[in-house]
Structure formats: structure tokens, C-alpha cells
């Protein structure tokens, strides 16, 4: 009797115990595991990305810039192969992430890629506090991306008129491989990540919602990865804020202010600084939506003073309900209008994008009046385009036409972006400004673009002219099957040329300072529900006239071989001058391996040359396995 009563007491006991604390007991363990305070919570997700690559380079740049043959893994940018995220809330609602990333072991022996585990943005804090006057969002610690007004505080957003053969490490995984081909068919959007359209900032942030009479507003105090100073030990500080009202569904106002400096020399008694303030109008009506961004600016630093300037953004869009769809853009940015962090390219002030020593390359790298797409505004340039869609069954048709001009001239200089090998380049030689062969190349992030000589200048080498741009893209997608199979099927051609005198349209031959054209095919096939094929075709070709960078090869050649061949006279003519061509081919697959898994191939054969220009000569193939797990 007595055992009994005494094995029903520490039964009690035990089960008491149990009841009133948080620790127990699984299998043998030299730790004691806690159970999680209910107060408490704490998440985690993230990635897995391997990247092999393999480059072999039949023909190279002289000076080596690529090397014949290069085996590596892991991005050759600062792409974490291995992320995780935690997130956490308190019971005080203080929330809070962190980002942890693991490099690879194989990017060679900089610091920057031996630590095993470091932050890849930072420790971030982030609070929420409700009052009966609104709702107030704090965070502060690392980087965080901060989106405001095109004007003020923007990422570089456009029409979305891609190939989208190329991966980015931050793209997400689809439900099945062929639904990244189909999303694109079916909206023209491609989701690139939390950066697309947006800059990294790293300070306070605040934002407040549900403000007395309708108001809201969001805040920035820190620092802008774009402008830093010139020195490595300099201070920089931007600081950009904005106040809305939302006067009804149809209506909403916005004020923004933007304000930013750096030192320019080692005391920092001298700083480069400008401010901004704009005005934000957009209203709909049934079919029609206007949107508009007035905004003036005042730049200046120890060398230029340039005063004020003035801005304007306008959209015009029609409801996508319409048989035909219409976006018409008409900006006007002065080049007194500088700003760094906007979404538009700066080209009037280039010591604003400093290549500092032991901070590495600047990611924004300075533009010489640019030859750019649509839906990229400039400053010093003023223009309108208009854009279009329509859908004709399983085919699906977009484009648009635009025409710009300078407002003052400009440095004697042309720039434009490779649409053709421009992220092959990029990889050859990453964040480099002027090398190559004749030092025109400049990397971007995961882009590459070509500087031109203009030699009709001016003392103060300027150009004596003001030049004109126009430019044209064109996209047909088509969708049908083939034995029960989904295929896609998009087609985007771009043409671009800069002149000395106005045009409505571009002009063709010896009149171009430079033309560009490019026309990229991409094919995908779904060859189960677990995996795709992919192929894409693109061939750019870019002349220069007498009044660009004469070529150092004796003979003239001719702009094309194909219509030379055939004794079509009017269509082709000889030249000393840039006639570049470049060419890719490349296949892939997309293989689902596991439900939060999947395996991408891509192999490249790649070709840019220059008849003209001797040493511009690569040719190669690239070969690409990514492996990418989410959890």
C-alpha cells in the first residue's frame, strides 16, 4: 500500500513539474532544451544557391582582361551561396531580422570572401506603435530598400521589355519551371527581387499610416551606397522625405524632399551637396490615369556651381481593359537637376560618382550622354514616348516610339548599353570602369555599356552641337502547344541612334553618330511538369560615323557582309569606323528536383568583334549550373 501511494505521489509530482516550467526531456542529451517563451516568436527562411561555372575563350582581348579559360564556383559578385533569415517579435511587438550569409570558399583570398559567415545586410530593428493619431513604423541598423519618388529615391524601372533567358540570384522559383516563361507571357512582369525598383539606404527609417485627414508619410535619415565621398575616411549623409493625402480613391498629392552631401577632401571642410523638392499628382479617371512629378534642385561643389534647375515626369496611361492600351511619358530634367538616388541617370556632374581607392567601384557608374531605352529618363534631355500593347489571339504584341534631345550641350562622349553579351562582359570583368582593349568598356551590375569619342568639339571639349536621340523597341510574344506541350515564343527587337539634328524617326547611314539595333529570340518548351527547355538567339550591331573614334584597321569593311555579298549596293556601305557586331546562342534547362528545389543549366557561345577596331576581338562559350533551394 505504502509503494503504491508513494508511486502515485511522484507521478503527481512529475506531472506538476512538468506543468510549471519549461524544461523537459527528450532522448540522452548533454543540453537541456527550452521550450519556446509563447510570448516570444522567431522564424527562419531562406536559400541555398550553388553556381558552378565554366568560361573557354577561343580569341581574348589583348591585355588579357579575360582569361582563356576560367573554372569557379560560387557569383562572382557579393551573392551570399547560402542565406538565412531570421526574423523575430518580441512581446513588446519590437520586431527584428537579420540576414546571415555564407560566401564561397573558392572566390580566392580577399578578406571579403574568407570569412565563412558574416551579415549580408546587417542587424535591422523595426517597431510598430498604434496612437488614436496614426500608426508609426520605426527601423533602423543595417541596409534596407527605400523606395519614394522617381524623382527623389527610385530604382531603375522600366517596361519590363526583356530577354529573360539570363538569371539573377535573387529570382524566386516558380511552382513548376514553365511558369516563369508563362508569367512573362501572360503580364510582361518579371519579379527581380526586393531591389528592383528601389535603393539600399542604410539609418533611420519611419513610416506613419492612418494619419488625422487621410494624410501618410515615410522617412529616410542615413546613408546612400551611391553618394559616398571621395575619399575613403569622408563623411556622407542623405536624408529624403515624403508627405501624401489621399483625397479620395481617385485622387492622391505628394510632397518630397530629398537633401544630400559628402566631403570632398580630408578634413571635410569642403562637401559636395544638393537638395530637391518635388510636387506628386495622380488621378484617375474610368479609363485614363495622369501621373506627375514637378520638382526643382539646386546642385553644387568646390568646382561647380550650378544652381537651380527644374524637372518634370508625366504618364498618361489608358485602363488595360482597352482593345489597345496606350502609356505616353514626356519628361524634361535640366542638367542642374542632379541626384543619385532618382530614377533617371545623371550625365552633367560625373565627379559624382567617384571611383575611391580601397572602396572599390562605384555600382553607378558615370554615363556620357547615354543612348537608353524607353522608360529610362536622363538629365540634361527632353522628350515624349508612347508605348503601346495588343493582343491578337495566342499573340500578344508591344512596343513604342520615343524622341529626345539635349537641353545644353554636352561632353564630347556617346555611352550606350549592350543588349546583346552585355551580362557575358560583365562577368569578364566586374564593377570596372574603362578597360578593355581600348578602355570603352564599363561594368555595371550584371550590364555592361561602351563609351564613343566625338571629335567634333568645342576648346572647352564639349561638342558643338546639341545631340538628338530616338529610339524604337518591338516585342511580340506567342503562346500555343505542341503534342500537349505549352511553348513560348518572344521576339524583342530595340533600335536606338543619335544624331545631330532633330527627327521623328531614327536616321539610317552616315547621318547616325552612332545607331544600334538588336533582336533577341527566346524559346521555351515545357517538356514535363518537372522541367523546360530553353533557347535564345540574340545579334546586335552598332556603326559609327565619321565624326566617332576611327577604327586602326587600314582597309575599309564593309556594314554588311550579307548584302555585300548579294550585290544590294544601296544597302550597305563601306567604313573606317565602329561596325560591331555581337552574337549569342545559347541553351538551358530548368529542372524542379524537390518542392522547394530546383537545377538551372545554361550554356553560351558568344561572339564580340569589330573588323575596324583589331583588338576587338572575343570569342568564347560559357557554361553555367545553378542550384537553388529554398526553406
Not at 38 to 65: A, K
Not at 311 to 316: G, K, M
Amino acid at each position: 500500500m505504502r509503494g503504491l501511494i508513494l508511486i502515485i505521489f511522484f507521478m503527481w509530482v512529475g506531472s506538476s513539474f512538468s506543468q510549471d516550467t519549461s524544461i523537459y526531456h527528450k532522448s540522452f542529451s548533454s543540453n537541456i532544451l527550452s521550450s519556446k517563451n509563447q510570448s516570444t516568436s522567431i522564424s527562419f527562411l531562406g536559400y541555398y544557391r550553388f553556381l558552378g561555372f565554366v568560361r573557354n575563350q577561343q580569341e581574348t582581348f589583348p591585355n588579357n582582361s579575360g582569361k582563356t579559360l576560367m573554372i569557379s564556383s560560387g557569383d562572382s559578385y557579393r551573392e551570399p551561396m547560402f542565406l538565412l533569415k531570421l526574423n523575430g517579435k518580441t512581446k513588446e511587438k519590437i520586431t527584428f531580422g537579420a540576414d546571415f550569409m555564407l560566401n564561397s570558399l573558392y572566390k580566392g583570398s580577399s578578406s571579403d570572401f574568407t570569412q565563412p559567415l558574416t551579415l549580408n545586410l546587417g542587424l535591422n530593428l523595426s517597431t510598430s506603435i498604434s496612437t488614436k493619431h496614426g500608426t508609426f513604423n520605426l527601423k533602423s541598423g543595417g541596409v534596407s530598400w527605400y523606395r519614394q519618388s522617381r524623382l527623389t529615391v527610385w530604382g531603375n524601372h522600366s517596361f519590363n521589355r526583356i530577354s529573360i533567358y539570363e538569371r539573377r540570384p535573387q529570382t524566386p522559383l516558380n511552382k513548376t519551371p514553365i511558369d516563369r516563361y508563362s508569367n512573362y507571357y501572360k503580364s510582361g512582369l518579371v519579379d527581380q527581387g526586393i531591389r528592383y525598383g528601389s535603393r539600399a539606404f542604410q539609418g533611420i527609417f519611419i513610416q506613419g499610416s492612418k494619419l488625422p485627414l487621410n494624410f501618410s508619410l515615410k522617412s529616410v535619415i542615413g546613408k546612400s551606397t551611391f553618394n559616398r565621398s571621395l575619399l575613403e575616411s569622408g563623411d556622407n549623409f542623405t536624408s529624403s522625405f515624403q508627405l501624401k493625402n489621399t483625397l479620395n480613391t481617385n485622387l492622391k498629392v505628394a510632397y518630397n524632399y530629398l537633401s544630400s552631401w559628402a566631403d570632398t577632401d580630408s578634413l571635410g571642410g569642403e562637401r559636395r551637396n544638393y537638395f530637391i523638392h518635388t510636387f506628386e499628382f495622380d488621378k484617375k479617371w474610368k479609363k485614363i490615369q495622369v501621373q506627375m512629378e514637378l520638382g526643382i534642385g539646386k546642385y553644387k561643389d568646390p568646382i561647380n556651381k550650378l544652381g537651380y534647375g527644374e524637372a518634370i515626369l508625366l504618364n498618361v496611361k489608358t485602363a488595360k481593359t482597352l482593345k489597345v492600351p496606350i502609356n505616353m511619358q514626356l519628361y524634361r530634367i535640366s542638367p542642374q537637376f542632379v541626384n543619385v538616388t532618382g530614377n533617371f541617370l545623371n550625365t552633367s556632374v560625373l565627379d559624382v560618382f567617384p571611383n575611391v581607392e580601397g572602396v572599390g567601384t562605384t555600382v553607378r557608374t558615370p554615363y556620357q550622354s547615354p543612348i537608353v531605352g524607353l522608360g529610362y529618363p536622363v538629365n540634361n534631355r527632353q522628350g515624349i514616348s508612347i508605348n503601346a500593347d495588343l493582343s491578337l489571339g495566342q499573340l500578344k504584341l508591344n512596343g513604342g516610339i520615343g524622341v529626345f534631345a539635349e537641353i545644353d550641350t554636352s561632353y564630347s562622349a556617346l555611352s550606350y548599353i549592350h543588349n546583346v553579351n552585355s551580362q557575358t562582359l560583365s562577368r569578364i570583368y566586374v564593377f570596372a570602369q574603362n578597360w578593355g582593349p581600348y578602355n570603352a568598356l564599363n561594368s555595371t551590375y550584371r550590364g555592361v555599356f561602351e563609351n564613343v569619342n566625338i571629335i567634333d568639339t568645342s576648346i572647352a571639349g564639349l561638342t558643338n552641337f546639341k545631340k538628338f536621340f530616338n529610339t524604337i523597341e518591338f516585342q511580340a510574344k506567342y503562346n500555343n502547344k505542341i503534342f500537349g506541350k505549352n511553348y513560348y515564343l518572344f521576339c524583342l527587337t530595340r533600335f536606338n541612334t543619335c544624331q545631330k539634328d532633330f527627327s521623328f524617326f531614327p536616321k539610317i547611314g552616315k547621318q547616325a553618330l552612332i545607331s544600334q539595333f538588336s533582336e533577341e529570340i527566346d524559346f521555351s518548351i515545357e517538356l514535363s511538369e518537372k522541367s523546360a527547355l530553353v533557347l535564345s538567339y540574340g545579334i546586335e550591331k552598332i556603326l559609327g560615323n565619321s565624326s566617332t573614334d576611327k577604327g586602326d584597321s587600314p582597309q575599309a569593311t564593309s556594314t554588311n557582309t550579307f548584302f555585300e555579298m548579294l550585290g544590294f549596293d544601296n544597302l550597305y556601305r563601306y567604313t573606317n569606323f565602329r561596325n560591331q557586331k555581337n552574337t549569342l546562342f545559347g541553351f538551358g534547362v530548368d529542372y524542379k528536383i524537390g518542392q522547394n528545389a530546383m537545377l538551372f543549366y545554361r550554356y553560351n557561345q558568344y561572339r564580340y568583334f569589330d573588323p575596324n577596331f583589331i583588338e576587338n576581338h572575343l570569342k568564347g562559350w560559357e557554361m553555367m549550373l545553378e542550384l537553388k533551394i529554398n526553406f
